[in-house]
């Protein structure tokens, strides 16, 4: 049987300096450096849309704990003969489990995520939430009728809590630690020496052994049987099945190099903890420097798409004549939209290409068809409330009556102004507020803070403190809670309410703040299409135009 840290009865009780341990030293210190500098550089960029959503907060304190671990293991050799023989025991049965607890519960914010945004591919903006009346009994459903957040910390807390007290138990009754007390029967003998190697292994392990594999064999296999279907842009099902894969080889090895003796070459070189260092390696991989790549990979079409933007400005600007070429670009973008034949080999060349990434063919999308692009954002980016946010704030303008629309916005507050700053609250509430909504779109905080002085106040009344949210990071406290699946027919039919709508929600009927007018959304608005033309809107595309030269490439085969 071997120990934890590689010692046995005759090592002597020295630091080991051999090239073996200097390596691993080495290798530790540059790897940490490595970590330290893709974590910085998420913390810089975490407003960027793919970092967004991710919650960095919970997904670094993980990978934190972890590399603790990780970092301590790779001294093993050089350090293992003159630690404390519980040493090993205390980081294994702390920093592990609770990091792996965390992680997952980072990990498993996709699955909700995505849950989430399938409701702005299904209804866009139209999505009247109706809650049910009433509170749930029994402790089962008031557990359920509890915000997702909640529920994911008491769950992860219980097993967090649970794994502590086994540990500090085992610690507790066995003797092989403490000589003076315990269980009779646990204690070990023999050298100080034999003494530490024997504390490297035993049954006071299996609670930590047990909690791994509960967290690498059950729980991650159902998060990534779940995950499935998904196929996002953003490289999180990547990170999800890498992880999930990753993990579980780790505490089988581990055990095997504890315990086979065959192991005990191997085990000079590598220690058994290693094997779980090696899953934790490739976390920090998918955690840390996956997202650093889908930034940069973010970044770098954000600057091609301007280029496109800019090459066709300047092509229009020769030309002279900037009307027929919005005539050539919507032309265009309809045939894109519609996959035809006739305009794929054309949609090649460069001009087509650059005439596709502007606004306005962006634009031309949102008025007429943007049912496609609004999917593709929620279930491929979920960042469906951008597109469900634009093509509200456009119905709610074309719906504004002539008071508003002419600019007289501090004539009298009649029923329809009232009607249009109660449907523009909603919209407030539910894509902008930090405190209500479910994904706070990503603008300014300039526009954040100006709007905030016309809505909030009207929207706390209506809706109350929802949850008390940092502006600078609001995804870091999101509840997430899922919206009530109890659907109202004319949910579908617009965002004008009808009287059965207005039943069930409802109204302000205070003063209107004198700042409310009908381009109270126009920095907003515009703040959320440059962020989709840049984001999204390229990406789209080049989905688009792949899955019609795929089309194009069966369809022979198809008409055999």
Not at 22 to 49: D, Y
Not at 209 to 231: D, T
Not at 480 to 495: I, N, R, Y
Request: net charge neutral; aromatic share 12%.
């Amino acid at each position: 049987m071997g120990s934890e840290l590689g010692i046995t009865a005759s090592t002597a009780e020295l630091i080991d300096l051999s090239p073996v341990s200097i390596w691993w030293a080495t290798w530790a210190c540059v790897w940490t450096l490595a970590v330290v500098s893709g974590a910085t550089f998420l913390i810089i960029n975490r407003n960027a849309p793919t970092l967004r959503i991710r919650g960095l907060g919970l997904s670094l304190s993980a990978i934190g704990l972890l590399h603790l671990y990780w970092a301590v293991c790779q001294f093993g050799t050089m350090i293992g003969a003159i630690l404390p023989g519980d040493a090993q025991y205390w980081i294994m049965g702390t920093f592990l489990p609770l990091g792996l607890s965390l992680f997952h519960a980072s990990n498993a914010r996709f699955l909700h995520v995505a849950k989430l945004q399938k409701k702005y591919a299904q209804y866009g903006h139209k999505l009247f939430e109706v809650k049910p009346e009433g509170s749930p009994k029994g402790l089962i459903n008031r557990f359920r009728a509890l915000n997702y957040n909640t529920k994911v910390f008491i769950i992860v807390g219980i097993g967090m809590f649970v794994q502590v007290f086994l540990t500090i138990l085992m610690w507790v009754i066995s003797r092989k630690f403490h000589s003076s007390w315990g269980i009779p029967g646990t204690e070990v003998h023999g050298s100080a020496m034999a003494q530490k190697t024997a504390q490297g292994s035993g049954w006071e392990w299996w609670p930590g052994v047990a909690y791994q594999l509960l967290w690498a064999w059950i729980i991650a296999p159902i998060v990534l049987w779940k995950s499935r279907h998904i196929n996002d842009t953003q490289g999180w099902r990547t990170q999800t099945i890498g992880c999930a894969l990753a993990n579980l080889h780790g505490t089988p090895m581990w055990l095997i190099g504890l315990y086979v003796p065959a192991m005990a070459p191997v085990n000079a070189v590598w220690i058994p903890p290693q094997w779980i260092c090696l899953s934790i390696w490739f976390m920090e991989i998918f955690t840390i420097f996956v997202p650093c790549y889908e930034v940069i990979r973010s970044q770098s079409l954000r600057k091609e798409t301007l280029d496109s933007i800019a090459r066709w400005e300047l092509k229009v600007k020769s030309s002279g004549s900037e009307e027929k070429s919005l005539n050539s670009a919507s032309t265009m973008v309809e045939s894109f939209m519609s996959g035809w034949k006739s305009t794929n080999d054309s949609i090649k060349s460069n001009g087509s290409r650059d005439s596709i990434m502007t606004m306005h063919a962006l634009e031309h999308v949102l008025e007429r068809n943007p049912t496609p692009l609004q999917e593709f954002s929620a279930l491929r980016e979920f960042s469906g409330e951008n597109i469900a946010f634009l093509t509200g704030v456009a119905e709610w303008k074309n719906s504004l009556p002539a008071i508003l629309k002419d600019g007289t916005c501090d004539g009298p507050s009649k029923g329809a102004v009232r009607e249009s700053f109660n449907c523009a609250l909603h919209l407030y509430a539910k894509f902008i507020s930090v405190r209500h909504a479910e994904f706070p779109l990503n603008i300014s905080s300039q526009d954040l803070t100006n709007l905030d002085h016309i809505f909030e106040k009207p929207t706390r009344l209506l809706y109350g403190d929802e949850r008390e949210t940092n502006p600078v990071s609001p995804f870091d406290k999101f509840t997430f809670d899922l919206p009530s699946p109890a659907l109202t027919d004319s949910s579908e039919k617009g965002l004008k309410p009808t009287s059965t709508e207005i039943k069930d929600r409802v109204q302000y009927w205070g003063q209107i703040p004198e700042e409310f007018c009908a381009t109270v959304f126009d920095d907003a608005e515009k703040s959320i299409k440059y962020l989709v033309l840049t984001n999204t809107w390229p990406k789209f595309i080049k989905d688009r135009r792949t899955s019609i030269e795929s089309f194009e490439t069966l369809k022979p085969g198809m008409d055999v």
